[in-house]
Every structure is written in C-alpha cells, then in structure tokens.
C-alpha cells in the first residue's frame, strides 16, 4: 500500500507537532519517562558529510584507468609459470581489483584446473594459493588431495610468506574438513612463533599481524584493499602498475561513496529524523560504509543508497524497540507493519508516524525502481520481511516487560529473524540488478541456510561486543546471559563457547556459498560481504553503538581520505 502523496511524509509525522519545537520540548512532550540508551552522538555532521570532496570521478581519471587495465590484462597473458600466476591473481584481490578482473581471473583460473603441478613449483605456498583461490572461486577442490602429507612440508624451513597463505588457505575449510582444522592451527602456532624471532621483515610481521587478528576470508575486501594498498607500497617487488591502478580504483570508487552518503544525510536532515527522534543512533557515515562494502561497485549507486535507508530504518525502529517504545505501542506498531496499513498510522505516537511512513515511502522508492527496470511489484515481499522482524523484536519487547528470561536455544531462534540479517539480504537481492527470480525470492521467504548462517553470526558477534553495556542499561538478555543461565558456567567459558559457534557458522556459511548456493554470484557475494561488515563494526566492541577510534579511523581511511598518487 503507498501513502497518499497528498499527505506528505513530513505532514503524517509532525504536521501539528514540531513547527517552532526544538528537541528539549519535543522530548518532554512525549514523555520524560521513557528509556534512553544514551548513544554516543556522531561525530560526522551532517555539514562536515556535505563538505567531503572528491574529484576521481572525473573523466581523465576514468581514462587513466582504462589504459591500466589493458596493461594488466596483458600482464596477465604473459604471466605463464603457476605459481607466479597465482601470486598475481592474489595480488590483483587484496588490492581490490577482483571485480576489474573478473573475467580475466576466471579464465586463469579454468586452466589451471587442467594444469599439473610441476616439480619446480609444487610446494606448499603454491598448493595454499592454489587451494584458497580455487574454493574461493567456487571450483571443486578436495583439501585431502592438494594438501596430502602436508606434515612432512611444515618443517623448520618453510618460510613466513608460504605459512601465511597457509593459514589464509586454512579459513576457507568446510564444517567436515578436519584437515583443515588442523593445517589453521600448525600454521597460526608457526605464525606466532615468527613474530617472536628477530630476523623476520617488519613488513612480513605487520602481514602475519594483520591475519592473525582477522583472516582474509572475514574481512571485507574494500577494507582489505584500503589496508593494502599502503602494505603493498612496502614490498619490495611491487608493482608500480598494479599500485597506480589499485590507488585510482579505490579513489574513483570513494567519489561515489561520497555522492551516495551526501544525498543519504541530505535525506535523512528532510525527515527530521534527528530532531524528532534523538533517543535513536546516528550513523550515516558508518551505515553508508556497511553499504560499499557489500556493493562496492560505483556503477550500483542507487542499490547501495537504498540499502543505506534500509540500514538506518533497521537501526531506528530497532531502538524503538528495544529502548523507547511502550510495550502497548509496540503491539499496534507491530500489526501495522504486518498489514503493511498506512491508515494505522493515525494510532501512533509522533515518534511511531515518522518511523512507519518513511518505511512505507523507502520501500515504495525500492518498488518504483525495481517496476521501472523489470516490472515486477516487490513491495509484498518487503512487508512480509518487515512484518517479520517487526514480530521478532516485539517478542523480545515483551521478554523484556514480563522478566521473562529465555533459554539460549529460544533466543537464538527469534535471533534468526531480529539480528536483521535477512531482512537486510531481501533488500539488497532486489536491489542488485539482476533479474530477479521468482522462485528465489519466495526462497529468502522461508529463511533458507543462506539466510541463517549470516543471522547467526550477526547476533552472536553483536551480543559479545554489546552485552556489558546492555546490561547497564538493564535491556532483555542477550546470547551471553543466556548461556550463562542455561550452562552455570563463568563469562569467559560462555564467551568462548559462543565464539566457538561462530566460527562453526562461518564455516556452515562458506560451505553454503562456495559449493551448495544456487543464488546468483552477485548474491553470494553479498551474503560473505555482510557477515564481513559485522565482523569490522564488532571485532573490538560495539562500533555501531558506541563508535570509538577504530571505527572512526576506518571511515575516515574509506570515505574521507583519498590515497595520494
């Protein structure tokens, strides 16, 4: 159902309430009882968002970058011997250039598959590269066969590097694979017996650092290539080709970054939202930096826009519900988001109507788009997904009213829906401009393992950086206290435990999108990406809620700072 145009988004919200209101009085108007998770306020305003300047985007760069790319291309050509090959490639995508290349690297790899390994270079760093980009392609590759006798060839000899793309190698291992297991925990033991020598490279140690901390396979690659580009700078058999083309990518890339999260905020300061809903999070910045990674390609302007929208109304309404919200505003703010009807917004609190319409007008943006490209009416799915999560969060609303402590098991289960990763995944498959499946779509639906292994990892990781400041605040339990409840046993046992079934699920979930997923590629990609995103914002606490340096650095180094040239 669309709302009527006539009555615009800001008149169903505010008409006769904000003109001439400032925050103070429209916080006390509503009620100086409610709760407030006091969130740090942004450090990016909206004006200093509006003053970000890029000039990549300009033709003499695009050019400059068709030039290079004819070049690597024939570099890629000339390139025979595997092992060299390989090590381009791996190159190429810890730059960012995997989707610049991703024809060409397919090709490569094809051959390869055929290829035998020759005596000069059959060694244990080529079988890790050769293992690492073949799963990570999507190819059929058995670990028992590349890495047999694999002990043998771990010995005191093996270099940093080769142990390095051991271990990268070692992260793409299936639930089952057990060799795996055990290649990721001799290789990590080597690693951090390295850091202690003296004889090492510094620029070796900051690699084996950097892995240490988080593997490649989690970390999102336009994260990977920021950090990248200036690591590569160091080596010494750098390419000067591959560095101009990685620097001018990522630079083009952020001037569109940077369009996308101006018109986002200039959006977001419309709505009022800021005024008229202080109690929630505001993150555009971060929430635009979540969107780029997962599509990071600058031709996806719009997609990634929306996703942002969505981002932000997941957040706010998230709040409304965990924090702000009367339990008996919830129930009617629920069943209205699952009749999708706009006409039950006159039963709203102010703060309720803003949140609503611009779901309503957000979703009918996304529909508009989707109608005009393929002609297929989306907003139905769109409401089934937010009534939903609506259903989910009201849930732990009234767990939270009633005292009511669920059991680790019950809560996981409402986590599949209220950690928001499928609802995300369902806007961003109608987003990416592909022909959209039907059958695929009716699929997401039903919740189907894709969905669920990113859910899983979204909640777990959320509650071990948010569960301390959670319980301050005297908010429902999370996956931690419920374990601890269920179990007896100490925090740091539950804690264990609970990064222990994340890392069962990022093995569940590569399994899923490397050998079983019949989703699109794009899809796929989309899926790892997001669950990479949640592995950044809540490696060192919560950097959603409670950004602190890290985070802000981080945004700084993807959406602020062009890399010189």
């Known amino acids: 159902m669309k709302i009527d145009r006539k009555m615009s988004l800001m008149d169903v919200a505010v008409t006769d309430h904000v003109q001439g209101s400032d925050q103070a009085s429209f916080g006390a108007n509503i009620d100086d009882h409610r709760r407030t998770p006091n969130y740090k306020p942004t450090p990016w305003t909206y ?58 690297i397919k090709e490569a790899l094809d051959n390869m598959m055929l290829e035998e390994y020759s005596s000069a270079e059959d060694n244990l760093h080529s079988r ?14 058995s670990p028992a066969d590349v890495f047999k006798e694999y002990e043998k060839q771990i010995d005191g000899n093996m270099d940093a590097r080769g142990l390095l793309s051991l271990y990268e190698a070692s992260q793409l291992g299936f ?103 202080r109690f929630t999070r505001e993150r555009c910045m971060e929430s635009l930096m979540c969107s780029a ?54 039963q709203f609190p102010d703060f309720m109507k803003i949140c609503f319409g611009t779901l309503l007008d957000t979703c009918n943006e996304i529909e508009d788009y989707v109608y005009t490209h393929q002609g297929k009416k989306i907003v139905p799915f769109l409401a089934k997904a937010w009534g939903d999560i609506a259903k989910s969060f009201l849930k732990e609303a009234r767990w939270f009213y009633s ?19 499928a609802l995300i995944l369902i806007h961003a498959y109608v987003l990416l401009d592909l022909k959209i499946n039907d059958e695929e779509l009716e699929s997401l639906q039903s919740h189907p393992d894709i969905l669920r292994g990113p859910a899983t990892i979204f909640r777990l990781c959320n509650d071990l950086a948010t569960s301390e400041a959670e319980a301050k605040r005297g908010d429902a339990p999370g996956c931690v206290a419920c374990c601890i409840r269920d179990t007896g046993t100490s925090e740091v046992e539950a804690r264990a435990f609970i990064e222990s079934l994340i890392d069962k699920a990022w093995k569940t979930m ?47 180094s993807i959406l602020v700072e062009q890399i010189p040239i």
């Open 47 to 104: 004006e200093f968002i509006q003053s970000l300047v890029n000039n990549y985007g300009e033709e003499a760069y695009l050019r400059r970058v068709s030039v290079l790319k004819r070049d690597v291309i024939q570099l890629l050509s000339e390139v025979t011997q595997h092992f060299d090959k390989l090590q381009l490639i791996d190159t190429l995508e810890h730059l960012g250039l995997e989707n610049v290349f991703e024809k060409e």
């Open 128 to 141: 890790a590269l050769y293992f690492k980009l073949q799963r990570k392609h999507g190819y059929k590759v």
């Open 175 to 277: 639930l089952d694979e057990t060799i795996m297991d055990e290649i990721k925990e001799v290789a990590a033991r080597r690693l951090r017996e390295i850091l202690h020598g003296n004889t090492v490279d510094p620029v070796i140690v900051e690699q084996v650092e950097h892995s240490l901390q988080l593997p490649l396979h989690r970390r999102l690659p336009l994260m990977e290539a920021r950090w990248y580009l200036d690591m590569y700078e160091k080596e010494e058999n750098k390419s000067s080709l591959l560095l101009e083309l990685g620097r001018l990518t990522f630079n083009i890339g952020q001037a569109s970054y940077q369009r996308d999260v101006k018109l986002v905020s200039r959006w977001w300061k419309k709505l009022n939202v800021g005024v008229m809903l």
């Open 293 to 346: 990674g997962m599509i990071p390609e600058p031709g996806l302007a719009f997609s990634r826009r929306q996703l942002t929208k969505i981002l932000k109304l997941i957040t706010v309404i998230d709040d409304v519900y965990d924090v702000y919200g009367k339990l008996e505003e919830l129930e009617v703010f629920t069943e209205a988001v699952q009749r999708w009807d706009a006409s039950a917004m006159d």
């Open 403 to 421: 005292g009511y402590k669920p059991s680790f098991e019950e809560y996981m289960e409402n986590a599949t829906i209220s950690s928001s990763a």
């Open 510 to 556: 590569t399994e899923e999108i490397l050998a079983r997923s019949t989703f699109p590629k794009p899809f796929n990609k989309i899926v790892l990406n997001l669950c990479r995103a949640v592995q950044a914002l809540y490696q060192d606490g919560d950097g959603y809620g409670s950004p602190g340096r890290r985070i802000k650095n981080l945004v700084t």
